[in-house]
């Protein structure tokens, strides 16, 4: 029916109303709840899962609604884009970056529970197709962070 299908492949997505189960939820939301209750009950260090070597790649949910909206408009031959950012980062640097938004300035100790698995060495999408047609993301992952935990802490006084 010359219907011109696409599909959007993005990398770790997350952001608001996220699943911050520690069990089973991803690692960005599950270091944001750790981060928060290090805040709150004064510890002096997280447990992260595995070695902390693992790289990932992750994507603010506004960037991907963003991605959809410009894909939805645009004519393209490939069926299949990736949507990320194209940066990568080690889960220990994701766990810095994350305990100094939120605890700030408070020296917080990293710990592994190697007996949790690692992963995945390294999950980062080809986002070069995305680029030629004219798309990246806009969110720098601080904010996402910001906007992030701004919802978290929303949500658990709910």
């Known amino acids: 029916y010359k219907t011109n299908y696409k599909c959007l492949m993005p990398t770790n997505t997350f952001g608001p109303n996220d699943n911050y189960d520690l069990m089973d939820s991803h690692f960005l939301p599950a270091i944001i709840k750790k981060s928060h209750e290090i805040k709150i009950k004064n510890k002096k260090e997280i447990i992260i899962w595995g070695n902390g070597k693992a790289k990932r790649e992750a994507i603010y949910v506004d960037d991907i609604a963003d991605a959809c909206l410009h894909f939805m408009n645009k004519k393209v031959k490939e069926t299949v884009i990736n949507i990320g950012t194209g940066k990568d980062f080690t889960i220990k640097d994701y766990a810095k970056i994350i305990l ?11 710990k592994y529970d190697k007996s949790k698995p690692n992963g995945t060495p390294r999950k980062v999408l080809d986002i070069s197709l995305a680029k030629k047609y004219g798309w990246k993301a806009k969110i720098s992952l601080k904010n996402a962070i910001k906007k992030t935990y701004k919802d978290y802490l929303i949500n658990i006084k709910k």
Do not use: F, G, R, T
């Open 100 to 110: 100094k938004e939120i605890i700030k300035n408070k020296k917080i100790l990293i």
